[in-house]
């Protein structure tokens, strides 16, 4: 009885890693195609502007167009895929291999160590939480690739308030991963700054050497005119007064 146990455990745990390696196989599928409407997208934008242009991109540079140029359409999308996903997954699961209460009576049987159905669901509830993890995991690092690309910050804003209820509601699965989504956003959001800061520097620094040339390339000039301004009195000028006081005289005369 006690084989007979054991090797109906290991079936319904094979059963379990089945279910899930099924349902992580069709969940890639369904953000690939999320990654190849981005692609769409990117290819008939670029299209637009230069017809000549799509048709010669490789894959990998393809791919980063559609991650450069869009990155907020397309993070919001993959979070609310994988947000919807992991729940309808999650819901199968402890309806086929957990009973009412599953949560429960797998705690009770991780602290007394008992057998049966309270062992059964103890070990589905750990298959569960590891493929989550799993998936968490995955999650965390495709949004400390992307964040980055993002420039602006209102949209970081949003990006943020989505991956906040995403991780809120995994909670409720034991699977609360707001704090590692946290440091992502303060290091894009400092980045941002910084960019931001070095932009302004470097457009003051500019706008100030322009007037510093204005100014000098003025004085020049007005010393150029001054140059030029014929003086108050010459010799030339004392003489043709005298010239003209004397004409004036023999008229007189």
């Not at 379990?16 to 992580?24: P, T």
């Not at 009412?100 to 589905?124: P, Q, R, V, Y």
């Not at 989550?132 to 308030?161: K, T, Y």
Request: charge should be negative; include cysteine; aromatic fraction near 8%.
């Amino acid at each position: 009885e006690v084989e007979y146990a054991h090797l109906q455990a290991t079936l319904e745990l094979k059963l379990q890693l089945d279910f899930l390696e099924a349902r992580d196989a069709w969940l890639q599928s369904e953000l690939q195609g999320v990654d190849q409407r981005a692609l769409g997208a990117s290819l008939e934008r670029s299209s637009s502007h230069d017809g000549s242009e799509g048709a010669g991109l490789g894959a990998g540079r393809m791919r980063r167009a559609s991650s450069d140029s869009e990155p907020y359409q397309w993070l919001i999308e993959v979070i609310e895929k994988n947000r919807t996903l992991w729940f309808e997954i999650a819901t199968q699961f402890r309806a086929i291999f957990t009973n009412d209460g599953g949560e429960a009576s797998g705690a009770a049987a991780g602290a007394t160590g008992g057998t049966g159905e309270a062992s059964s669901d103890g070990t589905a509830n750990q298959v569960l939480s590891a493929w989550i993890m799993r998936r968490i995991q995955a999650f965390v690092g495709l949004l400390r690739s992307n964040v980055p690309l993002v420039r602006d910050g209102a949209v970081l804003h949003d990006l943020l308030d989505q991956c906040m209820f995403f991780g809120a509601s995994m909670g409720r699965l034991g699977a609360d991963f707001r704090p590692q989504v946290v440091p992502i956003f303060e290091s894009a959001v400092y980045g941002l700054a910084t960019l931001r800061w070095n932009q302004a520097e470097q457009e003051l620094t500019v706008a100030l050497k322009a007037e510093q040339r204005k100014g000098a390339g003025g004085g020049a000039d007005a010393e150029r005119d001054l140059g030029r301004a014929l003086p108050l009195y010459t010799a030339g000028m004392g003489q043709r007064e005298k010239g003209g006081g004397e004409g004036a005289a023999s008229a007189s005369g």
